[in-house]
């Protein structure tokens, strides 16, 4: 943090830096005058050894004070207290997110098992169903962190959810025109400007007073409080929120919103600066001084539809450039550079497959034939590497699970260099890399979410960056 950062147990609000500079002013033998409004100087009486004893305080002081705001430091929850394996997070020495021991020790975790806070707000899905959904999710989120599980039967699962609590936010009673319907509580933002995109939730009152009772976590420091979500995650007791949410004829909530620390190519933190991660942003939702995601999900879909909006929280995070080291290599996997490596008119196939353009085609394994706004595009030795959210290798359009084309792609060896000419070896890719997971997630992408996450770098892997070095597990970013 530089030989100027102030402790983290001395951090200063940033509201009293202006009076601290008007004080080291006054020491220092400037005067105001306040007729015309400017600093005047005092008599030159003053002894030489004085002014220098008011010059060292300058020196000294005011470089901690004019410091942008401080990192966080470790949360210690007493939860985690017993938890003496530090190979896994949280532990007794880190609870929390953006924590500096997690990005110190990113490389020694072995499992994380990270607290999840559940809100129901769908009075037609009662809590058991809730808890359900809630296992089934927990699960298959789990399955796809197994670095090439489906070929690697021990291969453990890296990211385990622990659900800290499930919170009934229902109507009780239910009203009889709402049975299907969000309860009164469910913060619906009424002042959103519907010309944009903005989302129909009103993020704020996830943080608030009202929604701390609810939650229910007694504050043991005050009588008759309970700990409000920002206290909660500044504790280490929540890493992560989920919300049930009936998608009605005012919308939808955004798929994942989080706001998040920023890291520069060595994943170390950029002090001072943070902003949105997700698949999508309010400007209400407040920095907590941590990373902290929330994610909708549909009560009125399945898993896989889940899983499609935890794989877009990982492409708003490479989209953000939150973590430049992620965004580098997630870039490449997901293939969000076709126009500088294939010369496409646009990023990726999200921009290519505009719904006005005929399906792609692949008249061979390696050719690639598609049609964007009039005109033909054909690419000749074109190898996959491991597509995306909406596009598996092959992929037609957008969310095509049953195209007939094989064709050649790199997922199963992405960053291996285990190829001709150190490069990573292409292998056939069909609609049956993924079938094994379609009786386990089986609605929307999510057969092909657990095949696509399953061959990120995760624990164990041998895949290698640029500089010949290993390549970072990608599944601690989430909550760095």
Not at 125 to 152: C, I, P, Q, W
Not at 436 to 459: A, H, K, S
Request: aromatic content about 14%; hydrophobic content about 35%; some cysteine.
């Amino acid at each position: 943090m530089g030989m100027w950062s102030l402790p983290s147990e001395w951090q200063v609000p940033q509201s009293l830096h202006i009076l601290v500079v008007m004080l080291i002013a006054v020491l220092t033998g400037f005067g105001f005058n306040s007729a015309r409004g400017q600093a005047k100087p005092k008599s030159r009486s003053r002894t030489g050894a004085s002014t220098g004893i008011r010059s060292l305080l300058i020196i000294a002081f005011l470089p901690w004070f004019l410091a942008p705001s401080q990192l966080p430091s470790n949360a210690i929850c007493e939860l985690d207290k017993d938890q003496k394996d530090l190979t896994i997070w949280p532990n007794c020495n880190s609870s929390g997110n953006s924590d500096p021991w997690l990005i110190a020790n990113h490389d020694h975790i072995r499992k994380m098992k990270p607290r999840v806070l559940v809100v129901n707000f769908a009075n037609d899905v009662d809590m058991d169903g809730v808890k359900d959904r809630t296992r089934r999710l927990v699960r298959a989120f789990a399955e796809s962190t197994r670095y090439h599980g489906y070929s690697n039967p021990d291969a453990p699962p890296f990211i385990e959810f622990q659900v800290l609590k499930c919170v009934d936010m229902r109507d009780n009673p239910i009203p009889d025109d709402r049975g299907r319907k969000n309860s009164l509580k469910a913060p619906y933002d009424a002042a959103r400007d519907k010309s944009v995109d903005s989302g129909v939730c009103d993020y704020s009152a996830f943080y608030g007073e009202e929604f701390a009772t609810l939650y229910g976590f007694v504050n043991p420091k005050e009588k008759g409080k309970y700990l409000s979500l920002n206290e909660l995650i500044n504790r280490g007791i929540v890493h992560e929120l989920w919300f049930y949410w009936i998608h009605d004829e005012d919308g939808a909530p955004f798929e994942t919103v989080e706001f998040k620390q920023y890291y520069d190519l060595k994943c170390q933190p950029i002090q001072g600066k943070h902003g949105w991660a997700g698949n999508g942003h309010s400007p209400k939702i407040p920095w907590t001084g941590r990373s902290f995601r929330i994610t909708f999900i549909n009560p009125h879909r399945g898993i896989g539809c889940a899983m499609e909006n935890f794989g877009h929280a990982m492409e708003g995070m490479a989209h953000s450039d939150s973590i430049q080291y992620f965004r580098k290599y997630f870039y490449e996997y997901a293939e969000f550079d076709l126009d500088t490596r294939l010369h496409l008119p646009g990023k990726s196939f999200y921009e290519l497959c505009d719904g006005a353009s005929p399906p792609i085609e692949y008249p061979s394994p390696t050719q690639m034939k598609l049609i964007f706004k009039g005109k033909e595009y054909k690419v000749e030795n074109y190898i996959h590497r491991a597509g995306n959210v909406h596009f598996p290798p092959g992929a037609r359009n957008h969310y095509d699970l049953s195209s007939p084309f094989t064709v050649k792609s790199t997922i199963e060896n992405y960053r291996l260099r285990n190829g001709p000419g150190k490069n990573d070896k292409a292998k056939d890719f069909s609609k049956e890399k993924f079938r094994t997971w379609l009786e386990f997630c089986p609605d929307g992408m999510g057969p092909w979410l657990v095949f696509w996450r399953q061959n990120m770098p995760g624990l164990g892997n041998k895949c290698l960056d640029d500089d010949g070095l290993p390549m970072k597990n990608w599944w601690p970013f989430l909550f760095y």
